[in-house]
């Protein structure tokens, strides 16, 4: 799998143009095109890098976005604003992989993390679930609730602590 990271244009401020985009990634409903239109508003606003993930042959798999921002704006703390996988390749090895592509994609990430972190301290990556069915399969990759829901607050964090250079 390759990773290419995605400047987008200012045109993506049309809706056209991002309805176009989001159809690429196959939404299986009205909250997963609703979530990738966001993700793109985002995006072209620069509010954190995105990136799209490919098989070998050029073939769109997913994309994700991170920044270093959070709500309690912990600076040492890489945030992982979306993660998205086209339903074709959910739940599957991902061709040759004994990895379903998720976890090529998380580990991407991680990768990523101790890049940055070379410059940016970083203690935790973390992110904020779309729906409660992710939460095991994020438990299963290590990934721990840090910020449960409440009846103030329908939203659901977890993370997975990044080892500083001490405990490497």
């Not at 989001?22 to 939404?27: D, G, M």
């Not at 920044?67 to 959910?90: G, H, K, M, Q, T």
Request: glycine share 4%; hydrophobic share 40%.
């Amino acid at each position: 799998m390759r990773f290419e990271k995605k400047n987008l244009p200012t045109s993506f401020r049309l809706p056209s143009v991002v309805s176009k985009e989001v159809r690429l990634f196959n939404p299986l409903n009205g909250y997963e095109r609703d979530w990738l239109e966001n993700c793109f508003r985002r995006a072209s606003s620069r509010e954190f890098t995105l990136y799209y993930a490919m098989g070998d042959t050029g073939l769109l798999v997913g994309l994700y976005a991170l920044s270093l921002a959070n709500p309690e704006s912990r600076s040492n703390w890489l945030v992982i604003d979306f993660l998205y996988v086209l339903p074709e390749f959910r739940g599957t090895p991902f061709e040759d992989s004994p990895f379903k592509a998720s976890e090529l994609i998380l580990a991407e990430i991680m990768i990523q993390a101790q890049k940055i972190s070379e410059i940016v301290n970083l203690s935790i990556v973390a992110l904020q679930l779309g729906h409660d069915n992710l939460q095991r399969v994020y438990e299963q990759m290590g990934f721990v609730v840090l910020k449960a829901r409440t009846k103030k607050s329908l939203d659901l964090w977890m993370g997975i602590t990044f080892p500083d250079e001490s405990e490497v």
